[in-house]
């Protein structure tokens, strides 16, 4: 984006992940990541598992509960993006094969329309293996699953049944 003369700021909000430690080391790798890139961000540090796992009660089916995680870390996005009198927003799910695009993208485009704010979608996943690269040789963490406790039972149950 920055090639492409698009001022950059990062947004850091991740109230999905659990356990806690793993929260603690996206952030840090984030952190790391923003300081040796000179990337600006806004954080908003909060473990909010309670709150996720309470929103997401009882939609624990894979499309579902995905659906309302992108929800709530795009509103406040959004959210973020209008109160600072950016451009627009995107997200970084845009990066990730894992993740539903076609999805990300209507509820993305949803809270624009919500919100008076632009969205800009571009399939980041074209980049995918370039940034598996830069990860490994800035030493990054790389997580194992998209972070929530319902995608670390799934990691460990897939392996448990395969053995």
């Known amino acids: ?48 598992l309670e709150e996720f796992l309470q929103g997401v009660a009882f939609r624990e089916a894979i499309g579902i509960r995905c659906r309302f995680c992108y929800f709530k870390r795009l509103k406040a996005t959004a959210q973020v993006a209008k109160h600072g009198k950016f451009d627009g927003f995107t997200t970084t799910l845009l990066y990730s094969k894992f993740q539903n695009h076609d ?11 919500d919100q008076g704010i632009k969205f800009y979608y571009e399939d980041f996943r074209l980049g995918w293996k370039e940034g598996i690269e830069i990860s490994k040789k800035l030493g990054m963490y790389r997580q194992q699953y998209c972070g929530c406790i319902y995608s670390e039972r799934d990691r460990y149950y897939k392996k448990l049944v395969e053995e």
């Open 1 to 48: 984006m920055q090639e492409k003369g698009i001022e950059v700021f990062g947004f850091w909000y991740n109230p999905n992940i659990h356990p806690f430690e793993e929260y603690r080391r996206r952030l840090e790798a984030v952190r790391t990541y923003a300081e040796k890139t000179h990337l600006r961000m806004i954080w908003r540090d909060r473990y909010e």
């Open 103 to 113: 999805v990300i993208k209507e509820i993305a485009q949803s809270l624009a329309q």
